[in-house]
Nanobody, 121 residues
Framework: QVQLVESGGGLVQTGGSLRLSCAASGRISSFNGMGWYRQAPGKQRELVAAITSGGATNYADSVKGRFTISRDNAKNAVYLQMNSLKPEDTAVYYC???????????????WGQGTQVTVSS
C-alpha cells in the first residue's frame, strides 16, 4: 500500500515562499507520475503541478513561473517550491502519485492527507 505524507505547509504573507515535501512509502521511480493538487474552500480540487517518471513537468497556468516541482528518487520524495505566493494560493495541498494498472493506460491514484497553505494579504 502506497502512503504519501505531506509537510511544509503553513501561514505566510503575500509574496512569501514555502516548500512542500511529500514522502512516499514506496520507490517513487516505480510511479508513472507524481504531482501536487490543491483544494480551496468551496472549490474543486485542481492540479497545481505534475512530474513524470522521466522528469517532464506540467503546471497550472496560475502558478507558472512561481512554483517549481521536483523529485528526489533516492529519498523517495517530491517537492513543491512556491514563491511569490498570493492569497488565491490559499488551499489544502495534496500530494498525488499514480501508477498504470492495465495496458489501456488506466491510472490508479494515491493521495496524501493534505497540508494547509494560507497566504495572508
Amino acid at each position: 500500500q502506497v502512503q504519501l505524507v505531506e509537510s511544509g505547509g503553513g501561514l505566510v504573507q503575500t509574496g512569501g515562499s514555502l516548500r512542500l515535501s511529500c514522502a512516499a512509502s514506496g520507490r517513487i521511480s516505480s510511479f508513472n507520475g507524481m504531482g501536487w493538487y490543491r483544494q480551496a474552500p468551496g472549490k474543486q480540487r485542481e492540479l497545481v503541478a505534475a512530474i513524470t517518471s522521466g522528469g517532464a513537468t506540467n503546471y497550472a497556468d496560475s502558478v507558472k513561473g512561481r512554483f517549481t516541482i521536483s523529485r528526489d528518487n533516492a529519498k523517495n520524495a517530491v517537492y513543491l517550491q512556491m514563491n511569490s505566493l498570493k492569497p488565491e494560493d490559499t488551499a489544502v495541498y495534496y500530494c498525488n502519485a499514480n501508477t498504470v494498472v492495465n495496458v489501456e493506460g488506466a491510472l490508479r491514484h494515491y493521495w496524501g492527507q493534505g497540508t494547509q497553505v494560507t497566504v495572508s494579504s
